[in-house]
């Protein structure tokens, strides 16, 4: 597996792992504010994909790096690829390359009661990571509840969770 940042023609990888959650997630293959969320995050280098050493697309990540408060935007790891890894490659590579200084860096997840909590397993790979349940949040487009999670900056391992790193096999 490869983490690196996502290219223009990683947006097709990006649709077909929202296409695997949004039934967690709600709407989102065909949403044209979700495709250009994507592009944005892209162009910026704010979006880093995880992939196989055949080019398919394992995982993907939206990152807002607006220190202090740094946002995970979008975590999706495919079916298939859930616990080898690429997850926590993912993020991995985001804390090494956008986490700078004193701050936070928060996510919003599931909420305890959310179906995909216990089958995504999102809450506990957070929790593992040291991130914190904090507040709740506002429900999610499909209208199940949703959860901040908050890791301090200075708590963030800077390569503890593998070492994952720009274009770096895992």
Same mark, same amino acid.
């Given at each position: 597996?490869?983490?690196?940042? $996502?290219?223009?023609?990683?947006?097709?990888?990006?649709?077909?792992?929202?296409?695997?959650?949004?039934?967690?997630?709600?709407?989102?293959?065909?949403?044209?504010?979700?495709?250009?969320?994507?592009?944005?995050?892209i162009?910026?280098?704010?979006?880093?994909?995880?992939?196989?050493?055949?080019?398919?697309?394992?995982?993907?990540?939206?990152?807002?790096?607006?220190?202090?408060?740094?946002?995970?935007?979008w975590?999706?790891?495919?079916?298939k $690829?859930?616990?080898?890894?690429?997850?926590?490659?993912?993020?991995?590579?985001?804390?090494?390359?956008?986490?700078?200084?004193?701050?936070?860096?928060?996510?919003?997840?599931?909420?305890?009661?959310?179906?995909?909590?216990?089958?995504?397993?999102?809450?506990?790979?957070?929790?593992?990571?040291?991130?914190?349940p904090?507040? $709740?949040?506002?429900?999610?487009p499909?209208?199940?509840?949703?959860?901040?999670?908050?890791?301090? $900056?200075?708590?963030?391992?800077?390569?503890?969770?593998?070492?994952?790193?720009?274009?770096?096999?895992?």
């Amino acid at each position: 597996m490869i983490v690196r940042l $996502a290219r223009e023609q990683d947006l097709a990888g990006f649709i077909a792992l929202a296409a695997q959650v949004e039934d967690w997630f709600g709407p989102m293959v065909e949403e044209p504010g979700f495709h250009r969320a994507v592009e944005d995050h892209i162009r910026r280098s704010a979006a880093l994909v995880a992939v196989s050493s055949d080019g398919e697309t394992l995982g993907g990540l939206l990152f807002g790096a607006e220190a202090p408060v740094h946002h995970v935007h979008w975590l999706v790891v495919s079916e298939k $690829a859930r616990g080898t890894g690429a997850g926590r490659a993912l993020m991995a590579d985001a804390l090494r390359r956008y986490v700078r200084g004193p701050g936070t860096v928060e996510v919003v997840t599931f909420g305890a009661d959310h179906p995909g909590a216990v089958e995504s397993g999102a809450r506990v790979f957070y929790e593992r990571l040291g991130f914190i349940p904090a507040e $709740a949040a506002e429900p999610g487009p499909e209208g199940g509840s949703r959860q901040v999670y908050r890791l301090n $900056a200075r708590d963030a391992p800077s390569r503890p969770l593998g070492s994952y790193g720009h274009e770096e096999r895992a």
